[in-house]
């Protein structure tokens, strides 16, 4: 028998085994042992057959396992870690939170309302982290529950379209409050725990309306331009604690209120075919950014600004330029 065959032979034994036993409990180990030393096989060179990957995805009645051939799904080391994601519950945030779940992480997630779904390893508390001592009790809970905190991703945000003329005092002060000093407070209340983790990781989810101008959401625009400055202040402050601080410049992303901020389909079909890449920013890409800034591979990156904007917006002026 061919080393082709023998291998294909094998793979399809371990599929088999996996399937019909759900006791197994090192399915990662299978995995790293079986598809490191398959992926540079002579199945790769001759039948274009680049490796397998073991995924096992837990649900609540059993463990299940699938194989996905082809690709790999990508293990960022994150197993056994406890992370904090504020706004968690839907958009982006439930995206992070649910990407980190399945990287091996408890998860706490947080907001104003219960969601009517929670993934598996994934605890929520409603809080209104505006509120220092919310904060503090978001964070204590979480310890409480899950014995330890490692990672905090300070996702809560956004803002309705105001005019700066005419917002008024409490609006205004609202926008700051959950934009910049909501993450401050979960910063602040988390510390002491980051620093037991000993590689403590705060990742604040930011916007391109902090690096460039945001007619109609400026409250909101000078709040993450204040987030990002935040960022490197407690990464240089914080460092001696080998705690990482690191923001995320999400671009223009496709979420639930897509229409209300871009448009008809129509509309946002043009404005995702303007963007280098093609589309706009999903969930899973911000998922991915934060899983990677969390891990182990991230360890010398701190105080950093990662762009997950498929290469930024194009300038105006040029169009004005051409059609001139």
């Known amino acids: 028998m061919s080393p082709d065959c023998v291998l294909i032979a094998v793979t399809v034994a371990i599929f088999i085994s996996i399937t019909y036993f759900d006791s197994i409990t090192h ?185 460039r101008p945001a007619p109609g959401t400026a409250i909101y625009g000078a709040a993450k331009a204040g987030l990002l400055n935040l960022t490197q202040s407690l990464a240089q402050e914080w460092g001696k604690d080998k705690i990482r601080v690191n923001a995320i410049i999400v671009g223009l992303a496709e979420t639930e209120n897509a229409e209300a901020t871009y448009g008809d389909a129509n509309a946002q079909a043009t404005v995702a075919a303007s963007l280098p890449l093609g589309r706009m920013c999903k969930g899973e890409d911000v998922a991915n950014a934060v899983c990677y800034l969390a891990s182990p591979a991230a360890e010398y990156i701190s105080g950093a600004r990662l762009n997950v904007d498929g290469g930024g917006e194009r300038p105006y002026f040029l169009d004005l330029v051409k059609g001139g």
């Open 27 to 211: 399915i990662a180990e299978i995995r790293k042992i079986f598809c490191h030393k398959i992926r540079k096989s002579s199945i790769e060179k001759h039948i274009c057959f680049r490796y397998c990957s073991f995924l096992a995805y837990t649900s609540s009645d059993s463990i299940n396992q699938y194989v996905i051939w082809g690709s790999e799904r990508v293990d960022f080391g994150l197993d056994g870690k406890v992370a904090i994601v504020t706004g968690g519950t839907r958009g982006l945030g439930r995206d992070v939170a649910e990407a980190l779940a399945g990287q091996g992480c408890k998860v706490m997630v947080c907001g104003r309302n219960q969601p009517e779904t929670l993934a598996e390893n994934i605890a929520f508390r409603i809080a209104d982290i505006r509120k220092a001592d919310a904060a503090e009790q978001l964070v204590a809970d979480t310890v409480s529950e899950f014995g330890r905190l490692d990672i905090l991703v300070n996702n809560a945000g956004g803002s309705p379209a105001a005019d700066a003329a005419t917002a008024s005092p409490r609006f205004a002060d609202s926008i700051m409050q959950l934009n910049l000093m909501a993450p401050y407070y979960m910063a602040r209340a988390s510390h002491p725990h980051l620093v037991k983790s000993d590689n403590g990781s705060i990742i604040n989810i930011g916007s391109v309306a902090g690096i």
